[in-house]
């Protein structure tokens, strides 16, 4: 039987060897902390003009992840990517090799799915506290330190938010069996919750348990609202994202396991 | 040694292979004939593990491809033309198979020089012709220096030089001792390259046969030979109990012989050999007509 380590070694080198892996990653580092930076450059030049309750309920650390909405995205098409190439068009899928090199099936999954982690967690981590660091320091005297209250848990809230989301995106598209069609699903998710029916009122009780809202939950100092109006406490908030992505994990790997390659 | 035992395969509703029984064995190359559709690829990705059989047995070595450690040591495919990702650089992409196999990097800078790879290891697999893609094909599946070889219309495509190093290479693989099974639609390709011929059709076998034997029952086939010493080579046939006659440009012909053994014939007797070959009219006809009759006695029996 063909162990785990030579075939976590070969996806290894599969997500290395991409391009679109280097190019997502990196897009989800500079957008996360690019957008933390503006975000707290905008707060602290702003500040007198703002009003007094927004003042007093003021999350700077939730400041700081303003970025990671959206870099969330480059995360997700990061964990879509790594499968995806799998079943890529043009006849540039891999698959059969895949199986062919690694025919037990939940193994070479779990191989995929270690590998995405593996890879998707040191540069989440390196991401979330760059975002932290950074929105701080642009947002000067109103900015807070990391051990300020609940902050060192919301920066790791945030690399494990975004990990995490790698992850359900890994679940959806073995699932689908295709980037397009993965993507044709987790876009519109993602932005349902944010752009949609977050803004309904009534829904909200809803919504809150979408994936993202979910997990953007853990990145909340006090659940005051900064980033959600309404959110699940940081706990719940993981409870469900966890719930999310093993769901999606096992519907992949029951498709995996059962279709023809 | 390859077997596959009662095989069926079922899309849907469309039966693709059909209670297949056949096996293969090493140190020939083996033929597996039939035309599009016929269920090739269906039981080529059986063989793999890659599809499930609806029922039967699809073995290597007496194991299902699941069952095998480290199967691309025991078994090497081409099974499409490149299976490569675009943007992954070739080096790369058998330097992955390598690692998930445990087989050492050194082997892929091997395989590298023995497909003539070389300077276009290092480019993306998304810029190269059909050859070169045939080309990484073949050195992925020589990765593991497996004994059994599977290989899935390799010549499609091809330019003529293309064909030749294809067909020279699986030569050689047999001549090593190990068990080459190469998938056609083209039975002029097969009658080339094949010792041994499996040919199916609507999923059923149609024929398992020495390709000379298929060759002799079929149509109509004799060694062509050319010596500058016609008179000499005649005698020596005769004295090994072959008769021969004189073709219309002065060559010999010896229906239904083999080409090795003539040339072996003359070798021993010091004649020199200009041309010698198995011509083949006819071939491709009567494989058409075997196929043929397959479809309608299939397609009879569905409209029942």
Known sequence: MTALGPAFAAEWIKLRTLRSSHWALSSAFALSVGLGVLAGRSFSTRWESLPADQRSGFDPTAVGFYGVALGQLAVVVFGVLAVGTEYGGHGGGTIRASLAAVPRRGLFYGAKVLAVAAAALPVCLLTAFAAFFAAQAALGPHGTELGGEGALRATLGAAVYLTLMSLFAVGVTTLLRGSARAMAILLPLLFLGSQGLGNAPGLRAVSRYLPDQAGIAMLQTGGRGVLLRDPLGPAAGLAVLLCWTAAALVGGYLVLRRRDA | ?304
């Open chain 2, 1 to 304: 040694m390859i077997e596959v035992r009662d095989l069926t395969k079922r899309y849907g509703r469309k039966l693709a292979v059909d209670g297949l029984s056949f096996s293969v064995r090493p140190g020939r190359i083996t033929g597996f004939l039939g035309p599009n559709g016929a269920g090739k690829s269906a039981t080529l990705r059986m063989l793999l593990g890659l599809d499930r059989p609806t029922a039967g047995r699809a073995l290597i070595d007496g194991r299902p491809y699941r069952e095998l450690p480290d199967p691309l040591r025991r078994v090497g495919a081409l099974v499409e033309p490149g299976g490569v990702h675009r943007g992954r650089r070739a080096r790369h992409h058998l330097l992955w198979l390598a690692r998930s196999n445990r087989i050492p990097a050194a082997r892929v800078r091997e395989v590298i020089e023995l497909t003539g790879l070389g300077p276009a290891a290092g480019r993306r697999a998304g810029g190269f012709s059909l050859g070169m893609a045939q080309r990484l094909g073949i050195a992925a599946a020589l990765l593991g220096d497996p004994p059994v070889l599977l290989f899935d219309e390799p010549v499609n495509g091809l330019d003529p030089e293309g064909v030749v190093w294809i067909r020279t290479l699986m030569r050689g693989l047999a001549a090593e001792g190990r068990t080459v099974f190469v998938s056609s639609h083209l039975m002029s390709e097969m009658a080339l390259t094949a010792d041994h011929l499996i040919v199916i059709g609507r999923g059923r076998l149609l024929a398992d046969t020495a390709m000379a034997d298929f060759v002799e029952r079929h149509c109509g086939s004799f060694v062509r030979v050319r010596t500058p010493e016609p008179e000499r080579l005649l005698d020596v046939l005769a004295g090994a109990g072959v008769t021969a006659r004189t073709g219309a440009d002065g060559a010999l012909e010896i229906a239904g012989g083999d080409p090795a053994a003539v040339g072996e014939l003359a070798a021993a007797h010091g004649l020199a050999v200009h041309e010698i070959g198995l011509r083949a009219a006819g071939l491709e006809e009567a494989f058409m007509r075997l196929t043929a009759s397959a479809v309608e006695y299939s397609s009879g029996e569905e409209g029942r």
